[in-house]
């Protein structure tokens, strides 16, 4: 046998006997520290731009200025105790200018920073060259698809965060702390309340998932950044405009926005959930749909910048 010919024998031999431990043709083992660590580097790619920083700045001002608008109007002479349950309630405890601040910002400012942030994540790097390096590394398309849609939930996670908070801070001080009543006329402690905040953030933060799989798949079809940050923010927009006609009661159930301000019923005693679950159960369902449609155009798409 010449040398050429016991080289090619041995090579499939050693390739597997090493498969597992080294990089075999072109490919890295799929490990949970490998995906943790691709994640980490998501995490600290998303939260490191100066974009992401300042729409976590607005978002955290917001409540601020909601806090202040509903004292002063408060303490006018002229108010004549009106506006929405929400914002009447703020009045009498701060607590619920939580609820109060993730009412006003779910239908707008926390989609459209949600959108911007999806919308970027395949996109902008293939835009700056990036990804094309990355999938080179390599970090398997699938993986790192999956990295991004974790990143993108944690998110939404961190921007609901940034409203609650910063509403919680603003409330205890511009307004007095106790006893919350519900809306369905209940009285519960504090305490309680303080508990059902945080599940009312979780539940706005969850609420946003499907967004985050939209955002993505728009994001696999157009290597612009700019382009794919601005469709998806648009059919956001598009999205309420058909939700708030009820002609189109036909289509409504299944637009991804039309359950979003269901977490009031989680402030009555007892807490209603049945409209919850089809929040979430839908959002689960675009998360799946929009989920596949990003790994099939991602997985097969002929990345060349």
Not at 216 to 233: E, K, P, Q, R
Request: hydrophobic fraction near 55%.
């Amino acid at each position: 046998m010449s040398q050429a010919e016991a080289s090619r024998a041995e090579a499939p031999r050693a390739g597997t006997e090493r498969a597992g431990t080294v990089l075999v043709a072109g490919r890295r083992p799929q490990t949970a520290s490998g995906f943790l660590a691709l994640f980490r580097n998501e995490l600290h790619l998303t939260f490191r731009r100066m974009r992401t920083k300042v729409l976590l700045g607005i978002l955290a001002v917001l409540p601020i200025l909601i806090g202040v608008v509903v004292k002063l109007n408060t303490d006018s002479p002229h108010d004549g105790g009106g506006g929405p349950s929400f914002i009447a309630q703020t009045t009498q405890n701060g607590l619920f200018l939580v609820f109060t601040a993730l009412a006003v910002a779910l239908p707008v400012f926390l989609p459209m920073t949600v959108g911007v942030v999806a919308g970027d994540s395949v996109a902008g790097e293939a835009a700056t060259g990036t990804l094309r390096y990355l999938l080179v590394a390599p970090a398997g398309r699938t993986r790192l698809l999956a990295a991004k849609f974790t990143a993108g939930l944690v998110f939404c996670l961190a921007a609901t965060a940034a409203v609650a908070v910063t509403a919680l801070a603003a409330g205890a001080a511009l307004f007095p702390l106790g006893e919350v009543t519900l809306i369905s006329g209940d009285t519960i402690g504090f305490g309680d309340a303080l508990l059902r905040a945080v599940l009312v953030a979780g539940v706005v933060a969850v609420s946003l998932a499907g967004l985050v799989a939209i955002g993505l798949f728009v994001s696999t079809l157009t290597g612009s950044g700019i382009a794919a940050m601005a469709a998806t923010v648009g059919l956001v927009i598009t999205v309420q405009i058909l939700d708030a006609f009820p002609q189109l009661d036909a289509i409504r159930p299944f637009l991804f926005t039309h359950y979003w301000m269901n977490f009031s019923d989680l402030l009555r005693e007892p807490m209603y959930w049945d409209g919850v679950w089809k929040d979430l159960g839908l959002q689960a369902a675009y998360v799946a749909v929009f989920g596949s449609a990003a790994w099939a155009r991602f997985t097969s798409r002929d990345i060349s910048a």
